[in-house]
């Protein structure tokens, strides 16, 4: 089964703390909760995009910081939390589900959701929730894309929705540098191709590196850059540029063709750019061919341009914070 939503765990996990009636530890929780629901070993590993916490404990996590701001749980010290009466009336006469609607009747979880209504990040309204889903896995993707803005909202946990946000700002700035790219020139685009390959460490990293880089134009023999793989040049990459439309697919010719130029050049590697896709035959080829052939369509040129700052800038930082255990102890 997929992992549960935070709000599908806090009834279990109320349950699980009402059941011993004294504190039980979040671990402790975790691996019972894993047990009950089935998960298997690949869903439990599942890590958030930071790696540092697995996507099934975070959302136990997020259900436990829920109950407690509506008063059905408390902290205790670190890791731990127990029951409180409040909570212990629930589970006596438990409702089918505890979730946000269910919350809400509490004064104290009211007074929460008004903080953060006050704070820009309203419940049904705000930018993070009508942005789609894209949180440690695929499963969210699909899950926000049979969802609207609202049932987002309240399905995914605050840390998802952000990362959810984020994701959708990168697709829609992705696909407007596409855009810019197609309309440039073929040289703007073979510069730019260089220009990334500097910010990804090759070559040197100063314009003098760019310019050496850039061979292209009238009798370049088929390669539009030569960049250096390390800072001694003790190897080369040859490169070939094409910006080409969405339309205009590169095919296995295109990849023959490059192969025969990096034979002139005996270079042993070299990387085809291209704003456009290759077709299946096109990639079959460059995998077939003796020499090192890599390729780069438009997707993937975006997503290592904004990887590394190429054509972007950042526009506002956001500081996500988290409570300090050591300085509580």
């Not at 810019?180 to 730019?192: C, V």
């Not at 002139?264 to 299946?280: D, I, M, N, Q």
Request: charged content about 25%; overall charge negative; glycine content about 10%.
């Amino acid at each position: 089964m997929a992992i549960p939503d935070f709000q599908t765990l806090m009834l279990p996990v109320l349950r699980i703390s009402a059941a011993t009636k004294d504190e039980v530890k979040i671990s402790d929780v975790v691996t019972q909760l894993a047990h009950e629901f089935a998960l298997t070993p690949e869903e439990l590993s599942q890590l958030l995009p930071s790696g540092k916490q697995t996507t099934f404990a975070n959302r136990i996590h997020w259900a436990k910081s829920y109950l407690g701001k509506a008063g059905l749980i408390e902290l205790t010290r670190r890791a731990h939390f127990r029951v409180t009466e409040r909570g212990l009336g629930v589970v006596e006469s438990p409702p089918e589900r505890i979730d946000i609607k269910y919350l809400n009747q509490f004064p104290g979880f009211q007074k929460f959701r008004e903080g953060v209504s006050e704070g820009g990040e309203a419940e049904n309204g705000s930018a993070l929730g009508k942005a789609g889903a894209s949180g440690p896995g695929a499963d969210i993707d699909a899950e926000a894309d049979m969802l609207g803005s609202t049932e987002i909202a309240t399905i995914l946990t605050p840390d998802e929705v952000m990362r959810s946000a984020h994701h959708q700002l990168e697709v829609a700035l992705a696909d407007e540098m596409l855009q810019r790219i197609r309309s440039g020139t073929p040289a703007f685009f073979e510069r730019l191709v260089v220009n990334l390959l500097v910010a990804m460490g090759y070559g040197g990293g100063s314009a003098y590196d760019v310019e050496k880089a850039l061979v292209g134009g009238p009798g370049d023999g088929g390669i539009d850059g030569v960049i250096d793989q390390d800072p001694l040049g003790l190897d080369r990459i040859y490169v070939q540029a094409k910006r080409y439309a969405s339309t205009n697919t590169v095919g296995a010719a295109d990849i023959r063709d490059f192969f025969g130029s990096l034979d002139r050049f005996k270079a042993s590697k070299g990387l085809f750019v291209s704003a456009s896709t290759f077709t299946a035959s096109a990639r079959q080829t460059a995998e077939q061919l003796s020499k090192r052939i890599v390729l780069i369509d438009g997707t993937h040129l975006t997503r290592l341009m904004i990887q590394h700052r190429v054509g972007c800038q950042i526009e506002e930082t956001l500081h996500v914070k988290k409570i300090d255990e050591e300085f509580f102890e």
